[in-house]
Nanobody, 119 residues
Framework: QVQLVESGGDLVQPGGSLRLSCVASGNDFSTYDMAWYRQAPGEQRELRELVAHMASGVNTYTYYADSVKGRFTISRDNAKSTLYLQMNNLKPEDTAVYYC????????WGQGTQVTVSS
């Protein structure tokens, strides 16, 4: 089992930056594919996958949704059991609750962190 705790959400002006963190505890963090999702206000409870960082042997694969490509960067520090999401050039449409997920035979979720982009 894996427990995930996100942090770093805040109110930021358009064009600003934030870095989200997701600290994992429990099973070996390095064996999980990790991803960030978000749920925008007013949307159905269907999380949209933003970025994913897959660990597969010596190769890693990273996926970015078109909406965040070039602005967001996912990274992980396995020694610290932490996943990051660097978000630059934020836009009002990035306003959402951001969740990290650890994907293995079971998917584990954090509680979410609120990001609000507004002037």
């Amino acid at each position: 089992q894996v427990q995930l705790v996100e942090s770093g959400g805040d109110l930021v002006q358009p064009g600003g930056s934030l870095r989200l963190s997701c600290v994992a505890s429990g099973n070996d963090f390095s064996t999980y594919d990790m991803a960030w999702y978000r749920q925008a206000p007013g949307e159905q409870r269907e999380l949209r996958e933003l970025v994913a960082h897959m660990a597969s042997g010596v190769n890693t694969y990273t996926y970015y949704a078109d909406s965040v490509k070039g602005r967001f960067t996912i990274s992980r520090d396995n020694a610290k059991s932490t996943l990051y999401l660097q978000m630059n050039n934020l836009k009002p449409e990035d306003t959402a609750v951001y969740y990290c997920a650890a994907r293995g035979s079971t998917t584990y979720w954090g509680q979410g962190t609120q990001v609000t982009v507004s002037s």
